[in-house]
């Protein structure tokens, strides 16, 4: 059974960074590529960033330059780190696993609120 744990989110200010974690177990997770989503309230859930499985990576236009996606096959894991973060980045995050542009395997999410 494919298990994907996400965690790092929290409160932080306008301007200040989080690093979202995501754990995989249950499947070979250098074989998918994986992405994070994020979902605001009353709003679609909409791809943040895409890593795939040899490390190309592409981003929403609204976090490019600011946030940035790794992997590290050997571990099982995945980061999104997320810098000058803004009010509008507030939302539910979520990692996924899957092939490029169709995910298979979902995480519960981790609340993601910028404010002040």
């Known amino acids: 059974q494919v298990q994907l744990v996400e965690s790092g989110g929290g409160l932080v200010q306008p301007g200040g960074s989080l690093r979202l974690a995501c754990t995989a177990s249950g499947t070979t997770f250098s074989g998918y590529a994986m992405a994070w989503y994020r979902q605001a309230p009353t709003q679609k859930r909409e791809p943040v960033a895409v890593?795939?499985?040899?490390?190309?990576?592409t981003y929403a236009n609204s976090v490019k330059g600011r946030f940035i996606v790794s992997r590290d096959n050997a571990k099982n894991t995945g980061n999104l780190q997320m810098n000058n973060l803004k009010p509008e980045d507030t939302a539910v995050y979520y990692c996924?696993?899957?092939?490029?542009?169709?995910?298979?395997?979902w995480g519960q999410g981790t609340q993601v609120t910028v404010s002040s």
């Open positions: 996924a696993l899957g092939s490029l542009g169709s995910m298979d395997y």
């Open positions: 890593i795939s499985n040899t490390g190309w990576t």
